[in-house]
């Protein structure tokens, strides 16, 4: 079987964000593999496992993205292409991503992708579903099992904490939701052995695109932090008083109710 | 010059940052608490490969280096140091000997499974009237026919009780001015008059298995004697140099996470209507305790280079360990003051980084016997 992963590189937003200027500043921030892919990395590993192929992963981004395609290597995964825009693009979104995936997909004969639900940075979940539309496969978002039986596949699918228990076929792509999986610590032998496994480096010309064919659709005005939260607020006295305090706070300040 | 990490090195840290973030932390307490050895954690660390990390696969190990194996010493004493010490034992005591002087037999018969975290060693060389000095070993092992028969007592030894083996050092015989000959011997710790028992109700690394051994008529075969007979003090001394670089990073480790609960805290405290961390007085303290902290991290870096690269590392790993150690125990004090009587309580952890850095400071050399070692590499 032929598997491949979408994989992003993301900020850890454990990790103390700074903005300055509507951007956020990359020194200082730590830079991880987004979570959701790491769900996915480890469902392609244990499908490889279970029934042959080899796994992929596939990433856009920059020079720096290939120490999160690295560690993607080290958990087990057996190639890796960077598709590394840092010098053609200024600005993409997620139609650009889409675009650039589907060209790289073009000449290829995937049975199986797999991206994360969402990237935690910006959040969309647009990138999967986008390429699977562009590529005519089947497409299931956030699914939290999945058994494949030669070209059948059966999935649960998180659907606001229901499930939903789907029946589809191969080719197709899948994003890849919390309780899916425990993704594994990527081992020493493995952080040794990622080394030498291959590591392709692609630019959009070597995809046969231009600039143009790829111009972000949307455009970012501006990037902010939430607002700090605030200290809380201890109401005191007599209970009946309290709660009638409450629902007022409620009302007039919160205007929840 | 170069001070930056490889790929490798890198990823091998993150990897064991988010382990003992994940698995190690939420017990940290629990595991001081109740001075139990985690036996399940080093079989997960085990089969991460941690345990051979500076083995080469040839004898189940990982293929890597002195640095990456500083780095996860460090990440692991940075959440528990009763983890830290005993995996630092395990490696550089417990393993390395095998590593550097055993026969390619030894290696495959008691390094691979230590290698590949299947099981775990001890180095048993202090004895009740040996500590510092090695030289007052009383232990003897006599040879008989193929076999050496070992008598003698060791105490505090790391692991002991959960060790498959244990290299001893024994007398084994006089040189020729009359001194005593004390060499290191494999005893597999199901033989028979091997007694060990861990009753020591210990300060700090309280998770850390210690145990007292009692050799009573110990036989085991003459092919486990490591290394060369006459030699056999050259090579723990080679041995120690190595463990000091493991130690070195553990208290860097402890001193690490003194340095950030007391930033972290000294930033949300509000006394006198405004965050300590804006007085100068803890100001001082932190810039003190951050300054400390990356001297002792490029020491202890420098000191592991060096015997990655094959060089004489025996003063720098001297320096790295004294000055880490010792900078764990000021930080994790500086980090108690800090917290002001919140410090003071075991759920803070901060205390318990000051318990565990005082065993630092004796383990493995004392801070005193460091200074003897870098006088004596002075010429004094
Ligand atoms: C938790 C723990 C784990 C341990 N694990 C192991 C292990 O796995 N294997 C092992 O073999 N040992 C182990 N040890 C033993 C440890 O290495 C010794 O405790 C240490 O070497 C000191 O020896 P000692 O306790 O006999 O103290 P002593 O040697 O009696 O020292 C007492 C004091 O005198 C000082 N001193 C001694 N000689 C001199 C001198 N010439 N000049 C100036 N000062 C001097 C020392 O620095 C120290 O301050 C462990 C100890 C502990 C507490
Ligand atoms: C075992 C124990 C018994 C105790 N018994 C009693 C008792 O019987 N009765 C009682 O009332 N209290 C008692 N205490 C409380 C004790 O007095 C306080 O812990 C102590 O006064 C410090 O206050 P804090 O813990 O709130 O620390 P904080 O005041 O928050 O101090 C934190 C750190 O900031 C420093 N700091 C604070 N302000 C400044 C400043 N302006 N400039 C520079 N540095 C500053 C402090 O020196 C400290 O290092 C006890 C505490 C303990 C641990």
């Not at chain 1, 903005?19 to 200082?28: H, W």
């Not at chain 2, 759920?347 to 006088?375: C, P």
Request: glycine share 8%; hydrophobic share 40%.
């Amino acid at each position: 079987m032929n598997i491949y992963v979408l994989l992003k590189k993301t900020f850890d937003t454990e990790e103390k964000i700074a903005v300055s200027g509507g951007v956020i500043e990359d020194d200082g921030a730590e830079f991880i593999i987004n979570p959701y892919d790491e769900y996915a990395v480890e469902e392609a590993i244990n499908q490889r496992d279970a029934h042959g192929g080899e796994v992929t992963v596939v990433t856009v981004g920059d020079e720096d993205s290939e120490k999160q395609l690295r560690t993607a290597l080290a958990m087990g995964a057996d190639k890796a292409v960077l598709i590394n825009t840092e010098d053609d693009l200024e600005d993409g979104d997620q139609f650009t991503t889409a675009k650039v995936l589907e060209a790289f997909f073009a000449d290829k004969e995937a049975d199986l992708i797999l991206a994360g639900n969402v990237a935690i940075d910006e959040a969309s979940g647009q990138v999967g579903p986008r390429l699977a539309s562009s590529l005519g496969i089947s497409y299931v978002t956030t699914v939290t099992s999945l058994k494949i039986d030669g070209e059948t596949v059966n999935i649960e699918k998180d659907v606001e904490g229901d499930v939903e228990i789907i029946e589809t076929s191969l080719p197709l792509l899948v994003t890849c939701q919390q309780g899916l999986n425990d993704p594994r610590y990527p081992s020493l032998p493995g952080i040794m052995k990622a080394k030498k496994k291959p590591l392709e480096e692609l630019e959009i010309d070597d995809l046969d695109l231009d600039e143009d064919d790829v111009e972000a659709k949307t455009r970012t005005t501006d990037i902010f932090l939430p607002p700090e939260k605030e200290a809380g607020r201890v109401l005191e006295g007599d209970v009946q008083d309290q709660v009638k305090e409450l629902i007022s706070l409620l009302k007039n300040e919160a205007k929840v109710l | 010059m170069n001070f930056e990490l490889t790929k490798e090195q890198t990823m091998i840290k993150k990897m064991v940052r988010d382990f003992a973030q994940e698995v190690i932390q939420p017990r940290a307490i629990e595991i001081d608490k109740e001075a139990k050895f985690p036996v399940d954690i080093f079989e997960q660390m085990g089969e991460l490969g941690l345990l051979g990390i500076p083995f080469s696969e040839k004898y189940g190990g990982s293929g890597g280096d002195t640095i990456s194996y500083a780095l996860a010493v460090e990440e692991i004493g940075r959440v528990c140091g009763s983890t830290g010490l005993s995996y630092a034992a395990a490696v550089s005591l417990g393993a390395s000997p095998i590593y550097y002087f055993g026969t390619e037999a030894q290696k495959e018969e008691f390094l691979m499974p230590l290698a590949e975290g299947k099981a775990l060693g001890s180095f048993g060389l202090t004895e009740p009237n040996a500590g510092s000095d090695a030289s007052g070993t009383k232990t003897t092992a006599v040879e008989d026919g193929d076999d050496y028969i070992i008598n003698g007592e060791k105490c505090f030894i790391t692991n002991a009780s959960f060790a498959k083996t244990i290299i001893a050092t024994a007398v084994t015989g006089k040189n020729d001015k009359g001194k005593n000959i004390i060499s290191a011997i494999i005893v597999p710790t199901d033989t028979k008059g091997v007694k060990i028992t861990s009753n020591y109700d210990k300060m700090g690394v309280r998770g850390s298995d210690t145990a007292e051994i009692v050799l009573d008529h110990v036989r085991v075969p003459k092919k486990n004697l490591l290394g060369d007979p006459q030699k056999g003090f050259n090579q723990f001394l080679y041995t120690l140099d190595g463990g000091r670089i493991s130690i070195g990073a553990l208290g860097l480790g402890i001193a690490q996470a003194s340095l950030d609960k007391a930033l972290a805290y000294a930033k949300e405290r509000t006394q006198f209507g405004k965050p300590i961390s804006s007085f100068q007085a803890i100001q001082f303290k932190l810039a003190d305790m951050s300054m400390e902290v990356e001297l002792a991290r490029n020491m202890v870096h420098k000191a592991a280079w060096l015997k990655d690269n094959n060089k004489p590392f025996s003063k720098e790993a001297a320096y790295g360990k004294l000055y880490a150690t010792e900078t764990a125990f000021r930080s994790a004090n500086q980090a108690i003051q800090i917290h002001g009587g919140y410090g003071y309580m075991r759920e803070y952890e901060v205390e318990r980084y000051l318990r565990d850095a005082k065993l630092l400071e004796i383990g493995e050399g004392t801070s005193e016997i460091q200074r003897m070692v870098i006088a004596r590499q002075l010429g004094c």
